[in-house]
């Protein structure tokens, strides 16, 4: 089976599985973020384990990734994936496919000394894709795609955050 033939097989199970009984996909996805030394994180997800760091000129090790990259990475990788799995299922083949995610910021707001919000004031992609289909199936399955994107709506959309905290009184 070519690898096209997985994914769509892949993606209309989980779809019917989903439809038939919807509590099947739902869920609570959890990510354990310890902050270590000065200011690197050392992050656990399931078998996942990453780092998150500063730049020096921002006062941390610069031994990982931002968070910014992070979640730029997060909202690009989506993206790819989902453009991969929507074409997989119109059966549009992709030749290749480059998705650049760019945001505009103003460390003001983040730093306390402007009245600007701290996160991005825009955020762009630009999709770049090469595929052999009628252009309007290629826009069918971005369009398709976008509009099922789960780090798309987390970017677009106000979503309900909360925090919650338990304070540990270290003993001396």
Not at 102 to 125: C, I, N
Not at 129 to 144: G, K, N, Q, T, Y
């Amino acid at each position: 089976m070519e690898r096209a033939d997985t994914i769509k097989t892949a993606f209309e199970r989980n779809a019917k599985a989903i439809s038939l009984r919807p509590s099947v996909g739902q869920g609570t996805a959890k990510t354990r973020v310890t902050l270590r030394d000065g200011l690197t994180c050392e992050v656990e997800d399931g078998p996942w384990k990453m780092a998150v760091d500063l730049s020096i000129k921002s006062g941390g090790d610069a031994q990982a990734p931002d968070p910014g990259v992070y979640g730029r990475t997060a909202l690009g990788s989506c993206l790819a994936i989902g453009y991969a799995m929507w074409a997989a299922k119109r059966g549009v083949t992709i030749n290749s496919l480059v998705v650049e995610v760019q945001a505009d910021y103003d460390s003001g707001g983040s730093h306390g000394v402007t009245d600007v919000p701290p996160g991005y004031r825009q955020v762009r992609y630009i999709v770049t894709i090469d595929s052999d289909a009628p252009e309007a199936d290629v826009m069918r399955v971005l369009d398709d795609a976008d509009a099922h994107s789960a780090y798309r709506d987390v970017f677009t959309r106000a979503i309900d955050l909360r925090r919650e905290v338990r304070v540990a009184a270290t003993k001396r």
